[in-house]
């Protein structure tokens, strides 16, 4: 009885390891839309990314990641970042930033308010958007949004800055 035992033990185990085997194989590759709607392919477990161009990939490096390492601007150089934003009213927060920094930006968190025509403020959020804006600098971004219909007004702040030394 105890063979047996083993023996149907072991035959679970070896079906749990390859089903594993099968079910990370299938799921090794994930796609992901980057900055400015480029799609990107990702091997989960290297880490390696090609970026997606029609039917050719193409071997990608962020930059951001291989050379600099990104981090929180102090408050004294988050200061020089301005700009103005607006909803589209198609469900997208967009606009332009002006980096007066001598810092490169690669990531702004905004807090934004959607006013209503009343003037009560229906949600507040905080919204990320990759950027990529050299010192002396303007760039655009677009960020998704959801309950964007009928406002008619903005609120809107940056709460934080990312970005590493020029």
Same mark, same amino acid.
């Given at each position: ?5 083993l023996?149907v033990?072991?035959i679970?185990a070896?079906a749990?390891?390859? #089903? ?5 194989? &299938? ?6 839309? !980057?900055?400015? !709607? ?5 091997d989960?477990?290297? *880490?390696e ?5 029609g039917?050719?990939?193409? #071997? &990608? ?6 050379? &600099?390492?990104?981090?929180e601007? #102090? ?29 490169v930006?690669?990531?702004?968190? =905004?807090?934004?308010? #959607?006013?209503?025509e ?10 990320a958007?990759?950027v =990529? ?9 677009i960020?998704?949004?959801? *309950?964007?219909? !009928?406002?008619?007004?903005? &609120?809107w702040?940056?709460k934080?800055?990312?970005?590493y030394?020029g």
């Open positions: 009885m105890n063979k047996t035992v023996g033990v072991g679970l070896i749990g390891l390859t #089903a594993f085997y099968i079910w990370s194989s &299938h799921n090794r590759y994930s796609l992901t839309r !980057g900055a400015e !709607g480029v799609a990107y392919e990702v989960r477990m290297t *880490g990314s090609w970026a997606i161009s039917a050719n990939k193409f #071997a &990608h490096k962020d930059a951001r990641e291989t050379q &600099h390492k990104e981090q601007l #102090a408050v004294e150089e988050a200061r020089k970042i301005s700009g103005n934003a607006a909803l589209t009213g198609v469900g997208f927060y967009s606009g332009k930033l002006y980096n007066g920094s001598d810092w930006v690669t990531r702004v968190v =905004m807090q934004v308010s #959607a006013i209503e009343d003037g009560t403020t229906r949600w507040t959020r905080d919204l958007a990759s =990529m804006i050299e010192p002396l600098s303007t760039a655009s971004f960020v998704e949004v959801a *309950g964007d219909n !009928g406002i008619k007004n903005t &609120h702040g940056i934080r800055v990312f970005g030394k």
